[in-house]
T-cell receptor, first 116, second 112 residues
Framework: DSGVTQTPKHLITATGQRVTLRCSPR?????VYWYQQSLDQGLQFLIQ???????AKGNILERFSAQQFPDLHSELNLSSLELGDSALYFC???????????????FGNGTRLTVT | GESVGLHLPTLSVQEGDNSIINCAYS??????FIWYKQESGKGPQFIID?????DKRQGQRVTVLLNKTVKHLSLQIAATQPGDSAVYFC???????????FGKGTMLLVSP
């Protein structure tokens, strides 16, 4: 068990809808990362927060947004959903602001989003 | 559970064999590397990491080798077990960047 908790495990919704994915990092970890995993794209970095502030942005669509709250949990909001947004969404956390020795990323078990 | 990729390179070995999984990275500025194992229905699980000032690091039944000259990383698993069957990803990070970039993954299949 990595200590990173993601909810819900599965989400089925229709095109055009909006969903919120939730992540609780490992106790003490300040950084939260969101990754998208699809069959043809592998693991793609979306966005990182460190202690409540946005730290880095990757291939995140404008329809997607995230935030990290004072208790360090994070939410990823996906809106105007399209069929192509169907994927696994992973949250990871680390103790520092950067993936380094003694501070690797630890992943949750993901949320499987299916857009119909 | 569902597979994470339909067109991944696959390595098939017998139980007890040693396995070697390879990864080529592209960024010569990368100075930190991690291997992850992903089982069906689960998130990537940290296995072992290495900094660029090292060329070898050993863990329990696993060894990571780094060749910076050819930008190549390998994961060796000794006495492979059926429970090692999973998709293995290498990931890299460069100083000054906070995130990891992942490779495409290799599926390891271990038969009893």
């Amino acid at each position: 068990d990595s200590g990173v908790t993601q909810t819900p495990k599965h989400l089925i919704t229709a095109t055009g809808q909006r969903v919120t994915l939730r992540c609780s990092p490992r106790s003490g970890d300040l950084s939260v990362y969101w990754y998208q995993q699809s069959l043809d794209q592998g693991l793609q970095f979306l966005i990182q927060y460190y202690n409540g502030e946005e730290r880095a942005k990757g291939n995140i669509l404008e329809r997607f947004s995230a935030q990290q709250f004072p208790d360090l949990h994070s939410e990823l909001n996906l809106s105007s959903l399209e069929l192509g947004d169907s994927a696994l969404y992973f949250c990871a956390s680390s103790g520092s602001g950067q993936a380094r020795r003694n501070s690797p990323l630890h992943f949750g078990n993901g949320t499987r989003l299916t857009v119909t | 559970g569902e597979s994470v990729g339909l067109h991944l390179p696959t390595l098939s070995v017998q139980e007890g064999d040693n396995s070697i999984i390879n990864c080529a990275y592209s960024n010569s500025a990368s100075d930190y590397f991690i291997w992850y194992k992903q089982e069906s229905g689960k998130g990537p699980q940290f296995i072992i990491d290495i900094r660029s000032n090292m060329d070898k690091r050993q863990g329990q039944r696993v060894t990571v080798l780094l060749n910076k000259t050819v930008k190549h990383l390998s994961l060796q698993i000794a006495a492979t077990q059926p429970g090692d069957s999973a998709v293995y990803f290498c990931a890299e990070n460069s100083s000054g960047y906070s995130t990891l970039t992942f490779g495409k993954g290799t599926m390891l299949l271990v038969s009893p």
